[in-house]
């Protein structure tokens, strides 16, 4: 027989008062971890079991999940529209280091499947090609097309892809869970095709403003300077300039490196509609960006408390609310084509 749970005596006083809070317990900072999928749970929010200074400090529960859809519809506006710069030519192989949900690969999915995906996206664009995303979390999608497929898999782990494999391997956003950028590459390099390519699209870790309505103590410039010094002291160096990342793929061994970067306003404060509404779609991303970047970041990295930390976080979103700070972040994306010798 299934043995009782007894109820804490401490929850069941002040019957009036609902939150845990009152009885000692704060849920946010519990740490527990489930033996089956080896979650952890801290600041309120779902880690997964690669969660550590060393490794993945981002969540990876609901919450995230949203947030990664919406900023996918977000790059997918500040790129019009395109999911990849590479010139690809009826691709056989694709694969997506770093997937996340999955969107790129699959798009969001209405529960009842219609024909169409709600959101550009890989499997839908390229019919004929299988479309392979992995991660090293499940929190993908079990309604997948039938070309695509998701693999639990840590990319810095050496890679058991066969050589001369895809046609394509692409990264978006996927800079924090890498310290090797190096080893990275010459893998994607190793099991693309030759001819085939590799494409990385990474957003600058650095507040800019053109107008200077950017003070020094700007709360969203404070919270990436924040970030920019907690990835740096783990060695995960932000990438900086499309140059730096243009020269990592020339050291790789790529060729025909084509480079683009886009500016990403934080609020809808530009002339442009087409920006003013991206921007509006940023300031919703605020909500939850800041603290998914920055908590567990600032808390496990930087030695702050979780109130602290919360509170950078806050006042990051309460300063990208402000109409009068002008800031934007860089979106860069880098393509080059392995050589066919
Ligand atoms: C910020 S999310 C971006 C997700 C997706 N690429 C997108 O653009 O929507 C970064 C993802 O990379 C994954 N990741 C981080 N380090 C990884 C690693 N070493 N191997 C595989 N995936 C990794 C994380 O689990 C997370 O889902």
């Given at each position: 027989m299934t043995d009782i749970l007894e109820v804490d005596p401490e929850v069941r006083r002040n019957p009036d008062d609902e939150d845990y809070a009152s009885t000692g317990?704060?849920?946010?900072?519990?740490?527990?971890?489930?033996?089956?999928?080896?979650?952890?749970?801290?600041?309120?929010?779902?880690?997964?079991?690669?969660?550590?200074?060393?490794?993945y400090l981002m969540p990876q529960d609901e919450k995230e999940k949203d947030r990664l859809d919406l900023h996918h519809e977000i790059i997918l506006q500040l790129f019009e529209g395109q999911l990849h710069q590479a010139p690809l030519q009826n691709p056989h192989r694709i694969l997506d280091v770093g997937t996340g949900t999955g969107i790129w690969a699959i798009g969001r999915y209405p529960i009842l499947r219609t024909k169409r995906a709600l959101s550009g996206n890989m499997a839908d664009k390229f019919p004929e090609a299988e479309v392979i995303g992995t991660d090293l979390s499940p929190i993908q999608s079990g309604w997948v097309p039938a070309n695509c497929r998701f693999e639990?898999?840590?990319?810095?782990?050496?890679?058991?892809?066969?050589d001369n494999h895809f046609d394509f391997i692409h990264g978006r956003s996927v800079g924090q869970g890498f310290d090797d950028w190096g080893k990275l590459l010459s893998e994607m390099k190793c099991c693309t095709v030759p001819g085939g390519w590799v494409e990385i699209c990474e957003c600058g870790i650095r507040a800019n403003c053109d107008d200077g309505t950017m003070a020094d103590n700007n709360a969203c410039k404070i919270f990436i300077d924040l970030l920019r010094q907690a990835l740096i002291k783990i060695k995960r160096p932000p990438i900086d300039d499309i140059e730096t990342l243009r020269q990592r793929f020339e050291a790789t061994g790529f060729e025909d490196i084509r480079i683009k970067t886009v500016k990403e306003p934080i609020g809808p404060w530009t002339r442009d509609e087409r920006m003013k509404k991206i921007g509006a779609m940023v300031l919703l991303h605020c909500e939850s960006v800041y603290e998914a970047y920055g908590v567990a970041t600032f808390t496990k990295l930087l030695g702050m408390d979780r109130d602290e930390a919360k509170r950078i976080c806050e006042n990051a979103i309460a300063s990208s609310r402000n109409k009068n700070y002008h800031l934007y972040s860089i979106f860069y994306n880098v393509c080059g084509r392995k050589p066919l010798e």
């Open positions: 317990y704060d849920t946010s900072i519990a740490s527990l971890s489930s033996s089956v999928h080896e979650y952890i749970f801290e600041n309120g929010r779902r880690y997964h079991a690669y969660y550590g200074p060393d490794q639990v898999d840590d990319a810095t782990l050496d890679w058991t892809y066969t």
